[in-house]
């Protein structure tokens, strides 16, 4: 349902509130009400976007460029998925080395997240040969605010309260007792059991600073918060030629099963194996290979037949076979988290009088080598099984040449999940290291952020999030 | 003087010629196996030496 005015429920004491309403808030709070649990909803914006709402997201970048991040986020009901691309996949097995949990624990949330992202196909992750691996992108058209608003505002047990505009916690002695909130010209105190904080990749770190700030009693000063930012730095890396027929030869020797249908403008993804991962050292990278029909008079064929002219010589034979197709090919790559690229307070207020986000980021080396290695085996196993070519842009090879990475839509780290205080944020629980009833769940807790899309993944750890906290009601230990 | 002849050609096929058969197409199994990257057009190309 829901509440329109807050003074009607400010003497009543919900088992759970959830601040932010976007993919991890609303998955956690249909977990929840699966189990008869009242939540509170809280959502700062309105059902639709406000121009306004913007001022509360600005953010002054240093470093490298980042691209505009008020384009990337929502300050909506529904959140960022109100304009997000909707791929969807799981992260590996290899990412959770360093995570308290593991992959298993989450894929157990499979169904279910799939369920509520409305997914149809099914993922797989295939292995190409010893180096390499093929997965698959699932698409959701689910836009969390327009597909869940009717659902929420039939619920028994969900209650939303829009433009309510977090301000700061209550509390002592590890437990948080009640939020303040804004909505319209009036400040409310709301009291719950248990706190859980979504509000996306990057406000999650704000919010926490800005708390801490406020009362630094309550949250210990060791807590990294603001640390460890990630992004998933996506760039153009090279161009080539396939034989889409070739392939396929290869894919019924190899017995793979599992391979995408190539059409033009599809897209076929290739990851490195935990092999080539271990012996190089690398970090992983999804490389996003767009198969386009061939056209003899473009530049990269006129380029091709110069510098590899038996073989464009070979291709022409069949280049009007509709097996041939050229290739554009894209790397989103995973970032090794480090404590240099962070979230800070600014020293700019947002209207309410809090401190607007500082983001410091930057590029690192350890990206371009493996996006190189990575090319290169694709490359090499082209040329070995006469599949195709590739060319490599230049930045791959020369630091000194400079590339742009496109938009910042993933924010990623800054409230990292591990097992102590020094180097974390939250537990394996999603709790906040020393709090007692304090949850933060989302992108802002990937300790690593892989190379995968990483709604599916936010979505499965919200689920394990309210079913922890259903524990806690069955158990009533708390 | 027949009976020389058939053992000089056995000799050429056995010991001359089949090696070197054998070793010419080692080689050459080598020598399409062989990648080379080349700078042109402001690109790293991947290629077979086999392309140029």
């Known amino acids: 349902m829901i509440i329109n005015n807050l003074s009607n429920i400010e003497k009543k004491k919900f088992y759970v509130i959830i601040i932010g309403s976007g993919p991890a808030g609303i998955s956690t709070a249909l977990r929840l009400e699966e189990k008869k649990i009242e939540t509170l909803l809280i959502e700062a914006g309105d059902i639709n976007y406000r121009p306004e709402s913007a001022e509360f997201l600005k953010v002054n970048s240093i470093g490298d460029h980042y691209g505009d991040l008020s384009g990337n986020r929502l300050r909506q009901f529904g959140g960022t998925s109100g304009l997000w691309g909707g791929n969807c996949n799981p992260m590996n097995y290899n990412n959770f080395f360093d995570w308290p949990i593991k992959k298993s624990d989450l894929d157990k949330y499979n169904d279910e997240a799939s369920n509520i992202l409305n997914l149809k196909e099914k993922f797989f992750l295939e292995s190409l040969n010893e180096e390499l691996n093929i997965y698959n992108l699932a698409w959701s058209n689910v836009k969390f605010g327009k597909d869940y608003l009717e659902h929420i505002r039939k619920s028994k047990f969900i209650h939303l309260s829009l433009n309510s505009t977090f301000l700061s916690f209550n509390g002592k002695e590890k437990n948080i007792s009640s939020i303040n909130c804004r909505k319209g010209n009036k400040d409310f105190k709301l009291m719950s059991k248990f706190f859980i904080l979504s509000c996306g990749g990057i406000e999650n770190s704000r919010l926490l600073l800005w708390s801490r700030y406020k009362d630094n009693k309550l949250f210990s000063s060791k807590l990294p918060i603001g640390n460890y930012y990630m992004h998933h730095p996506y760039h153009f890396v090279g161009n080539g030629i396939i034989n889409y027929k070739k392939l396929n030869n290869y894919y019924s020797e190899k017995n793979i099963v599992n391979y995408p249908i190539v059409t033009c403008n599809s897209n076929l993804y290739v990851e490195a194996s935990e092999q080539l991962l271990n012996e190089k050292n690398i970090i992983n990278s999804g490389i996003y290979i767009n198969f386009k029909n061939i056209n003899k008079n473009n530049d990269f064929i006129k380029q091709l037949s110069c510098v590899a002219p038996k073989f464009i010589k070979k291709l022409y034979d069949d280049i009007n076979a509709k097996d041939i197709y050229e290739i554009d090919v894209w790397t989103m790559q995973e970032q090794e988290p480090i404590k240099e690229n962070c979230i800070k307070l600014s020293d700019e207020l947002d209207p309410y009088n809090i401190p607007l986000t500082k983001l410091i980021w930057k590029k690192l080396p350890s990206e371009i080598k493996s996006a190189r290695i990575i090319m290169e085996e694709i490359g090499n196993f082209f040329i070995k099984k006469e599949i195709g070519r590739l060319a490599l842009e230049n930045h791959l090879y020369d630091q000194n040449v400079n590339y742009e990475t496109v938009s910042g839509n993933h924010q990623m780290g800054g409230t990292r999940i591990g097992i102590n205080e020094e180097d974390s944020v939250v537990d394996e629980n999603l709790k906040i290291h020393g709090l007692n009833n304090l949850f933060v769940t989302g992108s802002s807790v990937f300790r690593t952020s892989g190379h995968s899309h990483p709604t599916f993944t936010i979505v499965q750890l919200s689920l394990r999030l309210a079913d922890h906290i259903i524990q806690y009601k069955t158990k009533k230990n708390f | ?52």
Do not use: A, C, G, Q
């Open chain 2, 1 to 52: 003087m027949k009976k020389n002849k058939r053992n000089f050609i056995k000799f050429m096929v056995t010991i001359i010629f089949i090696p070197l058969f054998t070793e010419l197409s080692f080689i050459k199994k080598k020598y399409i196996k062989k990648i080379i990257k080349k700078k042109r057009f402001s690109k790293v190309w991947l290629l077979d030496i086999n392309d140029n």
